[in-house]
Nanobody
């Protein structure tokens, strides 16, 4: 059974940083594309960043470029999202997604597996 457990969310002031983690219980984690999404109440879940399982290449939403960094530690079956220069509009529940379709650092379609989410609130 696949399980994704996120952590690291919290309250941070504008301009601050947070590092989200996702520990995955999934076979062959290292070969699977992984991603982060986020959702605000009343809005659709939106893509943030993805990382390939094949070569570690990364793909970011425009809103995340230059501020967020996605990474993975295959030895720990873990996915990370380092978020810097946070803005109030980054406030959302952040979700880990596993086993999506990743293509050419320009496309990610989510897989069937989602974590429970972790709340990030950016406010002074």
């Amino acid at each position: 059974q696949v399980q994704l457990v996120e952590s690291g969310g919290g309250l941070v002031q504008p301009g601050g940083s947070l590092r989200l983690s996702c520990v995955a219980s999934i076979r062959n984690f290292g070969s699977r594309a992984m991603a982060w999404f986020r959702q605000v109440p009343g809005k659709e879940r939106e893509f943030v960043a993805a990382i390939s399982g094949a070569d570690g290449s990364q793909y970011y939403a425009d809103s995340a470029k230059g501020r967020f960094t996605i990474s993975r530690d295959n030895g720990k079956d873990s996915l990370y999202l380092q978020m810097n220069s946070l803005k109030p509009e980054d406030t959302a529940v952040y979700y880990c997604n596993a086993d999506g379709t990743y293509f050419g650092a320009s496309y990610y379609h989510p897989g069937d597996y989602w974590g429970q989410g972790t709340q990030v609130t950016v406010s002074s």
